[in-house]
């Protein structure tokens, strides 16, 4: 599937200052990379704490990847920086939707990756991939819940897509890390629709994947047996 890109490009390529690793990093390369828009990228080393420097500060208070540099805007926040990114250089009906109620319906989406994607299957990747602690049955809660929404929204969509007939930005920021589910322990074998979905985003033409990191065994997602 083709996907719609402007003649609009930055003048020098976009730095984004992101983790290899992290779906909130993913998000942003994978929209780029589908919108042909030039980037490089550098690699703090969050391991050292080099996300916690003064400097690091000065680009993002929250301390926190992803970050982009274009020219003199600098922007933190894989959400804003993926609204950024369509409105600068893509075409911002076909990725943001066309009228009142598609916007809406896709800033939801948006809304679900900040909340409860975030506090779900993200968090239980961060315990496995990252050595985070979580507190599991809240974060397996929040998942189940999730994931059985998904499914259940799926079910009544025009298309493999969560709003309208092609990809929007509410495929691009709920896909790494309802993809990477697994890695954080949380089986997607119980929702063919998700998976479905999931093949649907891996079909568009320029799809690169998020590095996989080792599959968790799986977790049992109802926290109350
Ligand atoms: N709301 C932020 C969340 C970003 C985020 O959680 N980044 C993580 C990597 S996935 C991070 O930098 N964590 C380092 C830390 O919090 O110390 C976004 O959407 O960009």
Known sequence: ??????????????????????????????????????????????????????????????????????????????????????????DSDYWLGKDAKEKALIQRWLSVSAGELAKGPAAARLEYVFGATIHVPTVLATSETLLANIEAHLGNTVSAFLVGEHVT????????????????????????????????????DNFVPMPASDIAPARNTSPHS
Not at 21 to 26: E, V
Not at 169 to 194: N, Q, T
């Open 1 to 90: 599937m083709t996907n719609p890109t402007s003649n609009t490009l930055p003048k020098s390529p976009i730095v984004l200052i992101q983790n290899p690793k992290s779906g909130h990093c993913h998000k942003v390369s994978l929209f780029m990379t589908l919108n042909a828009i030039p980037f490089t990228t550098v690699e703090p080393d969050m391991a050292k704490g080099e996300h916690k420097s003064d400097r690091f500060s000065s680009l993002n208070v929250f301390k926190q990847v992803p970050v982009i540099t274009d020219g003199d805007i600098t922007l933190a926040d894989s959400n804003a920086i993926l609204v950024y990114l369509i409105h600068a250089y893509a």
């Open 169 to 204: 930005a509410a495929d691009i920021a709920m896909y790494s890390y309802i993809a990477h589910a697994p890695e954080g322990g949380i089986s997607l074998s119980k929702f063919p629709l998700i998976n479905a979905w999931i093949n649907a985003v891996e079909s568009l």
